[in-house]
């Protein structure tokens, strides 16, 4: 038989994962794997076991939220194993499952990673940390990983929302200079965001037709501090129609790496977790890093 190793977050979300592994074990076993079982007890497990265990397996499989799976698929690139990877969700807000439509309960989605097929994905790199949708700062970005897990269980994505809104008065424009190689883009910014998806956190979308997450591209988007109301209305009405490019106050671009210059004091999001700031910031696109198991009908 084939040889799968799970590396389960329990603590995920509402903690749902653990009460079904014996199910999920099952259902592997009955697709021809014998699973190993890993649990992740803090930050940074995931990583660690990724790293160390997937040599020897025939597929990797994540349970957990957005940080989690985070962590594994750093542990894969880390270990240099070529294997497939399966995602089952559990946390929060799954913001990266559902830019890949993955969707269901965790059993309905343990049998479509059965049945599914590998499909390659970009990751990023941020000064050597990898994330695998998107690089965050500024409205918004605090939440991700200051919101009680208590919360966020009990409201989801408007947990964020929430947070957030009562973080915006005390945002202070930051100071960005992005290098994209052809251009330079530069403003003081209250939100900037380097993603891979089509949903940050909940809160801000972007047009599926938009995103391709493997075609060695990043989709940024910074958006400057509203001068007047004016300005404030034109954000909301291209937040509200996906239409960033077509916004002023917006600074909206495509690119495969940037550098970015700012201060070493504001602090980022990566997938949800925190990464503190640094003065200079190289992004890079990963192309094709990942090969993940999606069921798409």
């Known amino acids: 038989m084939k040889k799968l190793l799970l590396i389960i977050n329990p603590a995920s979300g509402t903690k749902q994962a653990k009460k079904y592994l014996s199910e999920m074990v099952s259902c592997f076993y009955e697709h021809g794997y014998v699973t190993t079982v890993m649990v992740t007890q803090k930050c940074g497990d995931g990583t660690v076991f990724a790293e160390e265990y997937a040599s020897g397996h025939d597929m990797v499989v994540c349970s957990g939220g957005d940080g989690t799976f985070n962590e594994v698929v750093a542990g894969l690139i880390k270990s240099g194993e070529k294997i497939p990877m399966g995602y089952i969700p559990s946390g929060s807000t799954n913001d990266f499952a559902t830019s890949l439509h993955i969707t269901g309960g965790i059993l309905k989605t343990a049998r479509d990673v059965m049945k599914g097929k590998p499909r390659f ?18 409205a918004f970005t605090k939440a991700s990983y200051s919101t009680s897990q208590t919360i966020k269980n009990a ?29 330079i883009i530069e403003n003081d910014y209250i939100f900037g965001a380097i993603s891979n998806s089509t949903s940050l956190g909940g809160v801000l979308t972007l047009d599926k037709n938009t995103v391709d997450m493997n075609d ?5 988007m910074f958006i400057k501090s509203p001068a007047n109301i004016n300005e404030l209305n034109e954000i909301i009405h291209a937040i509200t129609w996906k239409e960033y490019d077509k916004c002023s106050v917006i600074d909206f671009a495509r690119a495969g790496s940037a550098k970015l210059y ?11 977790e925190f990464e503190p700031g640094s003065a200079e910031i190289e992004i890079l696109n990963l192309h094709s890093a990942i090969s993940l198991i999606v069921n798409e009908k």
Do not use: C
């Not at 994905?121 to 500024?138: E, H, K, P, Q, T």
């Not at 060695?216 to 940024?220: D, G, I, K």
């Not at 700012?262 to 949800?272: E, K, P």
């Open 216 to 220: 060695a591209m990043f989709e940024m």
């Open 262 to 272: 700012t201060s070493s004091a504001m602090d980022w999001s990566l997938d949800g």
């Open 121 to 138: 994905l970009d990751i990023g790199s941020f000064n050597g940390r990898y994330f695998s949708y998107v690089a965050s700062f500024g």
């Open 155 to 183: 409201l989801g994505h408007l947990a964020y929302i929430l947070e957030g809104v009562k973080d915006i008065p005390q945002i202070k424009p930051k100071h960005v200079k992005v290098d994209l190689g052809d251009r």
